[in-house]
């Protein structure tokens, strides 16, 4: 099972050149954003979505996976950016839901409509703060 949006992408130029119009400049706006925001960070095509750095994660089927450390993509109605660091026990956007404005968070998911939505000076921190801790609870 897939939770994200199918794509016959295999390529980040692919992923890039297959966003629907709607999302198109808000997904490009983001690629930029997150590029620069954690340069360390390398973007990749992974599962559906752009990834941007990864570390080894054990997947339900119990298999050594690399997951992206943040990950992008675009939903039917939505936009995602997935930030998959744990502090404390605590998943890093859900520590950060009040600040980043008028988004809908859960677990390691961020989801907006309008990039207007998104207090990106927070998203910023928050993907730093990812760059320094990837990794999800086992």
């Not at 295999?10 to 119009?21: G, I, M, N, Q, S």
């Not at 960070?41 to 119990?62: D, E, I, Q, R, T």
């Amino acid at each position: 099972m897939n939770m994200f949006k199918p794509t016959k992408a295999k390529t980040v130029k692919e992923y890039l050149d297959a966003v629907p119009k709607e999302h198109k400049e808000m997904v490009m706006f983001l690629n930029n954003f997150i590029k620069k925001a954690v340069p360390k960070l390398k973007v990749h095509f992974a599962n559906n979505m752009l990834g941007y750095g990864s570390f080894p994660y054990k997947n339900a089927k119990k298999e050594m996976i690399e997951w992206p450390t943040v990950a992008l993509a675009s939903q039917k109605s939505y936009v995602s950016i997935y930030v998959c660091s744990v502090i404390d026990g605590e998943y890093v956007a859900e520590a950060h839901k009040k600040e980043l404005g008028k988004v809908k968070v859960g677990r390691s998911c961020i989801s907006f409509k309008k990039i207007e939505d998104v207090n990106l000076p927070v998203l910023k921190k928050v993907l730093k703060v990812a760059e320094k801790h990837p990794g999800l609870v086992k």
